[in-house]
């Protein structure tokens, strides 16, 4: 098909973007333009040895960083804000032409990282800032709490939010005084790598961040091995593989994995809202969204109102390929993908399912375009009644009371995110706290929880290790060194002192310290 790309897109920025990842074996990888399926670039593939060389230079530059000020770190993050404001529009443009999301979601992507930057530019002079504490003998002791960064961190970013996850996660590590060695997929790369330039223009020392390319397998376990630390978003099934790689290496890892994400509507909910909200949870980036719904639980006595209103909405969505913002929805990742998606639902209706809008794929829009689809009658039997569709899919069940809809919802082996709507937003947040979830949103899908930035967000269950955002989220990414100071020592008896005497004085003085509450 033909399709205009982006002015800002030109192959001279292509070729210096990709000119930044390290390769000594000459290998590359096609990265196309998703609407189309045309070569963008040829992507540099980094070795082992590259990645192991990548993280001596991070680790150099590491150390003149963490030596700076944190004021002076700071100060590079209130440049960039700035930097990356300005730009935002050429970064739509490259997370657009590489994952193929419609416009709408592309700008709100390049939206994360200044809204994780101001967060942490407030908040971490209070976090890494040393607090010293009274030791075990008032007076004689105290106990000081320093902050000190783990070194390097290993970050693998997904390809459906490449910007938001691959930068963003990487600010509060840096700001602790981290490196950072970033792997993204290899067909989100661009965007990762604009925002690094940005990052370099606003002051942060080059070399400091790295970023290395190639397929998981064959740089995968280079880059866990050389870590201090790993922060990972994707599959749980990878999640597993990374988390055990790290345990042997005895790091720390975060890791935000998969869903099979509900939404429970309450009678009194406002169904005209539900379904505006509905839309975006089942079919926002095309689906492609770790915290999206993929289940919608109904009451039996409004069940059928929704399912109108919902499917005449989903028909109205302009689905195409575009770099505006007339799409509603845009692309799948892949071919690949949309082949993985369209076997969810035709293993659904093989198995009985009903496929009340959408349902295949659309190639005159473009090679990985798949209608928006809402099932219904999924049942656990089939693939996309318990496993992450990651795509425009979206079944519908009913439920007779409000105990029945929580058990439907945590049925399941996830719990990243889960969605509550109703009228009295009291008893749904009653509902919301029932749910095994690691985020619960009420009256929204999931951007209130992911954009307070304050709060961590996370999964439990298999969704997840850790979580990003809120103290949490700069916290993990550094060590804790205690400084003990024993002005006086008082720690044992006396030389010479009767050690029963010592006893019966120690005891004394720690029911006394108890009266008193000094410890």
């Given amino acids: 098909m033909t399709l205009q790309r982006p002015a800002s897109i030109t192959d001279a920025f292509l070729d210096q ?41 991070a680790r150099a530059a590491q150390k003149e960083w963490a030596a700076r000020p944190l004021k002076e770190r700071l100060e590079v993050f209130k440049r960039a804000h700035a930097i ?27 939206c994360d990282p200044p809204m994780v930057m101001s967060h942490y530019l407030k908040r971490a002079p209070k976090l890494l800032k040393s607090v010293k504490r009274g030791g075990p003998v008032p007076m004689l002791t105290t106990s000081t709490e320093i902050r000190v960064p783990k070194g390097i961190v290993g970050i693998i970013a997904p390809w459906n939010f490449p910007f938001a996850t691959g930068i963003s996660d990487s600010i509060s590590a840096l ?79 975060c890791l935000e994995l998969g869903g099979k994400n509900p939404m429970i509507v309450l009678e009194d909910a406002d169904f005209d809202e539900v379904v505006q909200g509905a839309l975006f949870g089942a ?100 693939v996309a009644g318990v496993t992450e569709t990651f795509g425009p899919v979206v079944a519908l069940h009913r439920y007779s009371s409000v105990d029945e809809a929580v058990a439907l919802a945590n049925d399941t082996e996830y719990g990243l995110n889960a969605s509550v709507w109703g009228g009295d937003v009291a008893t749904a947040c009653t509902v919301g706290k029932r749910i ?55 720690m044992g008896p006396r030389p010479g002192q009767d050690y029963d005497k010592y006893v019966k004085g120690m005891l004394s003085g720690l029911k006394m310290m108890r009266k008193t509450r000094i410890r």
Wanted: aromatic share 6%; glycine share 12%; charged share 20%.
């Fill in 175 to 253: 700001m602790a005084g981290n490196g950072i060695v970033l792997k993204p997929d290899n067909k989100t790369a661009l965007s990762p790598l604009y925002g690094v330039q940005m990052l370099e223009e606003a002051g942060l020392p080059k070399g400091l961040f790295q970023v290395v390319c190639g397929e998981g397998p064959d740089v995968g376990p280079a880059l866990i091995d050389n870590a201090n630390y790993v922060m990972f978003t994707g599959s749980t099934a990878t999640g597993r593989v990374i988390g055990e790689r790290a345990g042997r290496n005895l790091i720390g890892a």
């Fill in 436 to 490: 095994e979830s690691g985020n619960v949103n009420v009256n929204d899908i999931l951007a209130t929880a992911f954009a307070s930035k304050g709060t961590p967000s996370g999964g439990i269950k298999q969704s997840g290790v850790g979580a990003r955002h809120g103290d949490q989220g700069l916290l993990k990414y550094t060590d804790v060194q205690n400084l003990a100071v024993l002005k006086k020592q008082v």
């Fill in 84 to 110: 990356f404001i300005e730009n935002a529009e050429r970064t739509t443009d490259l997370i657009q032409i590489e994952s193929g999301k419609n416009r709408r979601m592309a700008i709100e992507e390049s």
């Fill in 17 to 57: 973007l990709v000119s930044r990842v390290p390769s000594t074996s000459g290998g590359t990888w096609k990265l196309t333009e998703v609407y189309t399926g045309e070569v963008l670039v040829e992507l540099p593939q980094s070795t082992p040895q590259d990645v192991e060389a990548a993280f001596a230079t």
């Fill in 283 to 382: 079919f926002g980036n095309t689906g492609q969204i770790c915290m999206h719904i993929e289940r919608m639980y109904l009451p039996d006595s409004r069940y059928e109102e929704f399912k109108t209103k919902f499917v005449a909405a989903t028909k109205a969505l302009n689905v195409g390929a575009a770099y505006d913002f007339g799409p509603d929805v845009g692309s799948l990742i892949s071919v690949d993908h949309m082949e993985r998606v369209r076997s969810h639902v035709e293993d659904a209706v093989a198995k009985g399912a009903t496929v009340l809008v959408g349902g295949k794929p659309r190639p005159d829009l473009g090679p990985a375009f798949f209608e928006p689809t809402i099932l219904e009658g999924v049942t656990k039997d089939m």
